[in-house]
Nanobody
Framework: QVQLVESGGGLVQAGGSLRLSCAVA????????MGWYRQAPGKERELVAS???????DYLDSVKGRFTISRDTAKNTMYLQMNSLKPEDTALYYC?????????WGQGTQVTVSS
């Protein structure tokens, strides 16, 4: 089991940028993939972006071209660079890790985009 701690959320105007970080503590020798999810009030949690242990990435259609997922293996940290933010990106963002088939979640970081 790993522990995940997100940071970097905040309030930003539409068109602005934020970078979220997810620090991973614990053994990741069996890491399969990591991802960023978000959940807006009254909506279901959705997968925003994912990255496999080989570095393959995938994105929700609505964020393609605006968001970039990456990781720094030396720092055991995953990032989500979010550019050209829109009010509809407002949500609580969570990081997730699949380590050996066991899924861990962070506590979430709030992103609010004002129009």
């Amino acid at each position: 089991q790993v522990q995940l701690v997100e940071s970097g959320g905040g309030l930003v105007q539409a068109g602005g940028s934020l970078r979220l970080s997810c620090a991973v503590a614990g053994s990741i020798l069996s890491l399969n993939a990591m991802g960023w999810y978000r959940q807006a009030p009254g909506k279901e949690r959705e997968l925003v972006a994912s990255i496999t242990f080989r570095g393959a990435t995938d994105y929700l259609d609505s964020v393609k071209g605006r968001f970039t997922i990456s990781r720094d293996t030396a720092k055991n940290t995953m990032y989500l660079q979010m550019n050209s933010l829109k009010p509809e990106d407002t949500a609580l963002y969570y990081c997730n890790a699949d380590v050996g088939g066991y899924f861990s979640w962070g506590q979430g970081t709030q992103v609010t985009v004002s129009s």
